[in-house]
């Protein structure tokens, strides 16, 4: 933008008023394209980033934008992934976020205060590239601008913040800080830049010595990138390839289902499975490790009563089950994994989910919820969320609880001749049957693309329930086990 | 419950075993009947709360239920009201939330530690008594459970948990403390409960001296609760008597629409104003007052434009606007202020909500969304929230934006003629133009009733937008002034 510092006060009040008024026609624009922005504002303390988001919501419609000032994660923040929190923030299709500041402030203290270096600032980054990588993917505006600011400029705005008692409480530790370590900032900022930097979600350095200008350059940006994004919008997404470690996995065809328990023995091993969950339970509660357990299955297949014998063997303190219908109008508006960062498990919790983030790959796809260009690459986009959870830390388990069709008739009518049972079945269930054969192409699918060594499926043999259900308990109580011994 | 106290142990395990078979029964019924159930545990440390719960959802379908455990409030959390994250841990219609430990457990501490005495303990108990006396008026259950135990036993149990290694953690400082400490707490609790007892929503105490009767006493507790529930919701529910002071206010018809500022007043008046609300902004954050303006008003009486005006003098890190359509399925399963309570702003932030809970007793009552019970209710329910959110130290602002009906059809037919405002105007609104007697009407009654001293309505003359956009601005700033003088 080098020819515009040369305009006369007057052409850029022009220019101006030109771009602010393509933005407000933008927002009927963004609507109807249902596109979400997200507009990442960072920079120095004192460097005008609440003035300049001040100014860039002036014209908009304010129900269709919100501004979230980001601090410092608070405890109960720290208990879930770096990303969570940024995740949650996301916006719903057709509206904005302004973020003051995003993902980079955390990072950059954490750096400076050597919190995160080393691999840990490495894998960090790469998070960070991921996440804007699948936000861009799904169809969001990622705008990242960094507010710069001279140290001589700096430290004559925090005087003038400081001179008004209004405005002093605004000068925060932080800003002292970076005026007596310019340099330290100046070098954590500049890497955090450079490793960030990408052609999906490219930063903007915009220097903040010229008032007016810093609000135009922005402004411009916004009504360009709002443009770019509609366009990009329209093509296909490039798949990725896949870098992670995969399990080699049988199809649900290859999968014998003829094993059985007593009830006798089945009794036995429940219990001494339960009493050693039990045990194990306190065990991650006092080390912090998240579990997330994921059942997903044939209708019929038992996963309740399999889900059931997990949970009573747990302190109901600590964990919880979400069941997973489709999504509400708020979810639906947004990233399609949102739903499931905004439900994991704090640290020393587990998380049991009935039905999950597979439903993209299944339902949402035999049904045409989302495009071929959206199924296809969720494979890669879930491996992705998973590796994250477990480079947290968290234990992933996922089951496919499997019966044959035969088995699912059999329960089918048993639950319809049984008052007591009759609310489990609908006419859905029955519609669902008839595409059992495209079904089973997909899960065969979606278990051999995203059965990775740190997050492999297993398939539970559930003809008989009784031997399922202890088959998932040990299954767990195993995973679980080889974290203890991972960290021992 | 004294005779079961006598039963053999062969005895008591039948009746256990009939008790939790009907409770599992149940959970269709409660689904069917979209009852919403809250059990609260609280007692002493180590009562054995955690157990009882374990026991209580053993037979329950996990998807229908979630065990909250509550801890003290985190900073964040004491910067809304006290009520506010009880509130949004209550259960979607159907399901069940225990609750370990609910909001006595918080009182109690406050209570030991002097944090809330006098008048302000006073008030706490009020607010508690209101909020259990809507929920079950909404139709939740709410079955409060005190699991009491003796010093000795307490004393015994707390050893047994800190001499293994897998338990200890589960002792906490408040633990020791009860022990050490037990006549004050006796006290407190003793006062809480005879505070707090009321015949919607009584206290149980139970004594856990014997294991198992603990269990049955509360299995049948919440067997009978459940059908109680459900017989007591069938019933109309008795209005309330207004005990708050109210204003006089105008019909609408009474309120004249003449007023006018040409475009030269109105733009210095806007920005004197502005400027002035710009610095009471500062003033508000730095004493943490929470500022919660509704703004109401017929279609194209100029909601939005007023709002951008009042938002454009704002620091975008200190307010956030709220636009509220149709409730979500979430939020249409929950008490119709759950999502209210849920968008309040923090101490010292501003939020505004472009409509808001007084849907209830306009389109929800004139479409028929709710009961005219509900809606009669809603008038007394909406001032005692309004007077929680002023008690806790909040300004409250409500505007009608108003506009004659002549008025409205002409914005209607500009909108229609104007390709960048066609968005705003959908069948839905001329179809509401046409019930425009009734809401005028359900308006007139719903100004007249719930235009309390402390949150009365403020009726804006939109018929010329400008005009009204300055009546509202020094409507806001008028009533941060007068906050900013009660407090110095």
Redesign the interface.
């Known amino acids: 933008m080098g020819e515009i510092q040369k305009l006369s006060q007057d052409e850029m009040k022009r220019i101006l008023k030109e771009t602010r008024g393509k933005l407000a026609?933008q927002q009927?624009i963004i609507?109807?394209k249902k596109l979400p922005v997200i507009v990442l504002v960072e920079g120095w303390g004192a460097s005008g980033k609440?003035t300049l988001?001040?100014y860039l919501?002036?014209d908009l419609?304010?129900?269709?934008f919100?501004?979230i000032?980001i601090k410092s994660p608070?405890?109960?923040e720290k208990r879930k992934p770096f990303l969570c929190r940024h995740m949650e923030n996301i916006p719903e299709a057709g509206k904005f976020v302004?973020l003051?500041s995003g993902w980079m402030e955390e990072t950059v203290c954490d750096m400076v205060d050597s919190k995160c270096k080393g691999k840990d600032l490495k894998k960090r980054f790469h998070d960070i590239i991921m996440f804007e990588r699948q936000l861009v993917d799904n169809g969001y505006l990622v705008l990242k601008i960094f507010v710069d600011v001279s140290k001589e400029e700096q430290k004559a705005r925090i005087k003038g913040l400081l001179s008004d008692e209004?405005?002093s409480?605004r000068v925060g530790k932080r800003d002292q800080e970076q005026l007596e370590d310019r340099k330290k900032y100046e070098k954590a900022y500049g890497q955090f830049i450079e490793a960030t930097n990408s052609e999906k979600a490219p930063w903007h350095v915009i220097d903040s010595a010229e008032k007016g200008l810093v609000e135009l350059q922005v402004c411009h940006l916004l009504v360009e990138g709002i443009e770019k994004a509609i366009q990009r919008n329209e093509e296909q997404v490039q798949l990725q390839e896949n870098p992670f470690p995969m399990v080699h996995m049988p199809k649900l065809s290859e999968v014998s289902l003829d094993k059985k328990l007593t009830r006798e023995v089945y009794e036995k091993e429940l219990q001494e499975a339960q009493k050693k969950l039990k045990?194990l339970h306190?065990?991650i509660?006092?080390k912090g490790i998240p579990v997330i357990i994921a059942y997903e299955g044939w209708d019929a297949a038992g996963k309740?009563g399999n889900?059931?014998r997990l949970?009573?063997a747990?302190?109901?303190?600590?964990?919880?089950?979400h069941?997973i219908a489709s999504p509400?109008?708020?979810e639906k508006n947004r990233h399609y994994l949102w739903r499931f960062w905004n439900r994991l498990p704090k640290t020393g919790h587990i998380a049991?989910f009935?039905r999950t983030w597979y439903g993209r790959v299944m339902v949402e796809r035999l049904e045409g919820f989302c495009s071929e260009n959206d199924w296809q690459r969720a494979y890669h986009e879930i491996n992705e969320f998973e590796k994250n959870l477990t480079d947290w830390g968290a234990v992933v388990v996922k089951f496919w609880i499997h019966i044959d069709k035969d088995t699912q008739l059999k329960r089918f009518k048993e639950r319809e001749e049984n008052p007591?049972k009759r609310?489990k079945i609908t006419d859905e269930d029955w519609r669902n049957r008839e595409k059992w054969d495209d079904y089973e192409m997909a899960v065969d699918e979606m278990i051999e693309k995203t059965s990775t060594e740190f997050a492999p499926w297993h398939i539970i043999q559930s003809n008989d329930k009784l031997f399922a259900r202890i088959q998932a308990i040990n299954v767990v109580i195993e995973a679980i086990e080889q974290k203890m011994e991972q960290l021992s």
Do not use: C, M
């Open positions: 026609a009927q609507k109807e609440g988001i001040s919501i002036r419609d304010p129900r269709f919100q501004v000032p608070t405890k109960e302004f003051d209004d405005t409480w045990k306190n065990k509660y006092n309740g889900i059931k949970t009573s747990l302190d109901a303190r600590g964990f919880e089950v069941p509400d109008v708020h049991i009935d007591v609310w």
